[in-house]
């Protein structure tokens, strides 16, 4: 079946403007996470849904940053007023649950000028 | 909190040779282990993932991975290295629950 995708596949942006980044889940998956790659800090954990629950953000970098998952299935993450520290891979991921093996999607490379 | 290191940022091997990448976990408790490859702008791709069944982990395109607690270590080893190899390799662990910690990472790079 279709994997993880995520778009844009690259991203240029001004510094400050505000960016969304889409994630489409594996089909059924309840849970998605959303992981941060950038030169660095490697690769960093952002925020976790899973179904109905509350997320977990603690992975959020500031308050710039924020994630919605709608109907339980595609995410959507947005970077408000981007910094050039934001310039990284934002990779997607979805599992069939907690615990649960983690599926990637290919990632958005965002370049903030 | 939970965290690995991957000793060596690089690797280069010759084609036919073993690669051998390692991994250390730091944790009081087994936790679940995983190996991803990143082949160049792609996402990552699950190798193979540890969850206590058994210390020897075998994964996808001959990779196999060995869980030696007392050494507190997951180390990745394929015994012929192809160039379809070369790729960037990372360890990663997640106690009891969903936050993948990954390693700095490896690159591999396969001589001809």
């Known amino acids: 079946g279709a994997g993880v995708s995520q778009s844009p596949s690259n991203k240029v942006t001004e510094k400050g403007k505000d960016v969304e980044l889409r994630c489409d889940p594996i089909s059924g998956h309840t849970a998605l996470y959303w992981y941060r790659q950038s030169l660095g800090q490697g690769l960093e954990f952002l925020i976790y849904f899973q179904g109905n629950s509350a997320p977990d953000k603690s992975g959020l970098p500031s308050d710039r940053f924020s994630a919605e998952r709608t109907g339980g299935s595609v995410s959507t993450l947005t970077i408000q007023r981007t910094q050039q520290e934001d310039s990284a891979v934002y990779l997607c991921?979805?599992?069939?649950?907690?615990?649960?093996?983690?599926?990637f999607g290919p990632g958005t490379r965002l370049t903030v000028l | 909190a939970q965290s690995v290191t991957q000793l060596g940022s690089h690797v280069s091997v010759s084609e036919g040779a073993l690669v051998l990448l390692r991994c250390n976990y730091s944790s009081s408790v087994p936790p679940y282990l995983f190996w991803y490859v990143q082949y160049p702008n792609q996402g990552l791709q699950l190798l193979l993932k540890y969850t206590s069944a058994a210390t020897l982990v075998k994964g996808i395109n001959g990779f196999e991975a060995e869980f030696k607690k007392s050494e507190t270590s997951f180390h990745l080893t394929k015994p012929s290295a192809h160039m379809s190899d070369a790729a960037e390799y990372f360890c990663?662990?997640?106690?009891?629950?969903?936050?993948?910690?990954f390693g700095a990472g490896t690159t591999v790079t396969v001589r001809a």
């Open positions: 990663a662990v997640t106690p009891d629950d969903y936050k993948l910690s």
């Open positions: 991921a979805s599992s069939s649950g907690f615990g649960d093996t983690q599926y």
